[in-house]
């Protein structure tokens, strides 16, 4: 059998075991480069195809060779060659990972693709194998909790791990305004700000929606992108709502977002989210059976996030309880979740941490620095900006008048803690529950 033709057949029987979005997605533009001495050697448009299909699928790719060529084969994975992109020199401030605002843990790895979200993942890697070149800027919308601020930071991660020079930054809207906000307030010529939003090679703001009415940012936003678009790099934007959707926000501005690509995320449908409870679940060392996934995935639909929620409660309760979640421990926990949208007091967030550190909200409000008060500090600003609408100032505000960068700066050490401590993992989980459960 000529390569061609059997890497075709392989996909087509690979077809009947994996969703047509994950084919699409990501063995588009695969092809079979040789296939000599019982060793196959696969090529990929780009890095992201490549490590998806060997952590993923190099087992399924090889059983499917095997029987269809009737030997037994090895595989190896390359990445077709592109004319490399000029590269820039290092700005100081890029060096580390932490300042280009990335998490990394959001990667296209982690993200399941899905006929809801089939599309925007497409454009996403359209962008990571030319950034600057196809779609600027990249606008993605959606409705809170679908996976907009995920895939932003997938893009982010995939273009670096493609070449580590690449200048990326990461910025919520809101960050970008307060930023600017701080550095006109300090009497400080503008232009570090300038030169740390300017000098990138790729930006990718969270949340846009943030600028609406904030015209001195609009401005300031509107010459940032300029600057950016002109000398090609590329911008990605993500919003709740479509550009032309957003009020009090400037005609110029609309005009430049729908130049390029718009898409967006839809809600998942039941396969997806059976998918998605799935490999959290994995994700967490827990296996769930067929029926018990089932019945979370018809009970809770809408956004990614209440589902992961919701799903990281039934494994709290069921690990404190000792037992395997079962089909009847789901619903009678699910009776008892408060489903989406419920109002939760911020009073109730900070009494209920403040009980678990036996501490008092004065304390915490104080300027006292000690690590045990940090750290429910910490906790409580973690919860405020996951259950609440409060803003990075409005929690500053409440934490003893404290400044919105020291608490972003707390929220990116919770998040960095949680990635690295089962302990502090098990505690928010526990504490996320007692407040929920308050909540009623
Ligand atoms: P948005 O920015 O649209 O409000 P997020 O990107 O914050 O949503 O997603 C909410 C949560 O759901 C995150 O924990 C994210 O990892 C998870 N999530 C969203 N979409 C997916 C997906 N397709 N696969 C896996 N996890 C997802
Ligand atoms: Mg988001």
């Known amino acids: 059998m000529q390569e061609k033709e ?16 994950t084919i699409s997605t990501f063995f588009a533009g695969t092809e079979l480069a040789s296939f000599k001495g019982g060793h196959a050697k696969i090529r990929c448009p780009n890095h992201l195809s490549a490590n998806y299909l060997k952590t993923r699928y190099a087992d399924f790719i090889i059983n499917t060779i095997n029987t269809l060529s009737g030997s037994s084969c ?23 990972k932490e300042q280009s605002g990335l998490v990394s843990t959001y990667t296209f790895e982690s993200f399941v693709v899905g006929l809801s979200n089939q599309l925007a993942v497409s454009v996403a890697q359209a962008v990571i194998e030319q950034p600057g070149n196809l779609h600027n800027p990249l606008f993605l919308h959606s409705g809170v909790g679908l ?20 200048r990326v930054l990461y910025s919520p809207a809101e960050q970008f305004t307060n930023e600017l906000i701080k550095a006109i307030q300090s009497r400080r010529p503008t232009s570090s700000f300038r030169k740390r939003f300017r000098s990138v090679d790729v930006l990718l703001i969270d949340d846009i929606q943030f600028l609406a009415g904030r015209e001195a940012t609009q401005e300031e936003f509107f010459n940032t992108f300029n600057e950016l678009y002109l000398s090609n790099k590329q911008v990605v934007l993500t919003s709740d709502r479509h550009p032309s959707e957003i009020q009090r926000l400037e005609r110029r501005l609309v005009s430049r977002f729908s130049g390029g690509m718009i898409t967006d995320i839809q809600e998942p449908d039941l396969d997806m989210r059976i998918e998605i409870i799935r490999r959290k679940a994995a994700e967490k060392g827990a296996t769930l059976q067929e029926e018990v996934l089932l019945a979370l995935a018809e009970q809770i639909s809408g956004s990614i996030r209440q589902l992961e929620g919701i799903l990281n409660q039934i494994l709290t309760i069921a690990s404190a309880q000792n037992v395997t979640p079962t089909t009847e421990l789901v619903s009678g926990i699910l009776q008892n979740i408060p489903q989406s949208k419920k109002f939760i007091s911020p009073e109730n967030i900070v009494s209920t941490v403040c009980e678990h550190f036996s501490t008092k909200p004065e304390t915490v409000r ?40 020291t608490i972003l700066h707390g929220l990116e050490k919770i998040e960095n ?15 996320r529950v007692e407040i929920l459960g308050k909540t009623s």
């Open 74 to 96: 090895s595989v190896s994975f390359e990445v077709r060659k592109i004319t490399p992109k000029k590269v820039h020199d290092l700005g100081p401030i890029f060096k580390t």
């Open 417 to 431: 803690d949680l990635t690295e401590s089962n302990f502090l993992k098990n505690q928010l989980e526990a504490l």
């Open 366 to 405: 104080s300027k006292k620095r000690s690590r045990d008060i940090v750290l429910p500090r910490q906790i409580i600003a973690y919860f405020l900006r996951d259950l609440t609408q409060l803003s990075l100032q409005n929690i500053g505000e409440m934490l003893g008048g404290r400044d919105h960068t």
């Open 6 to 21: 059997l890497w075709k057949n392989t996909i087509s029987c690979l077809e009947t075991e994996l969703s047509k979005a």
């Open 147 to 166: 996976g907009k601020t995920h895939l932003m930071h997938a893009i982010g991660n995939a273009i670096k791990q493609q070449n580590q020079n690449t």
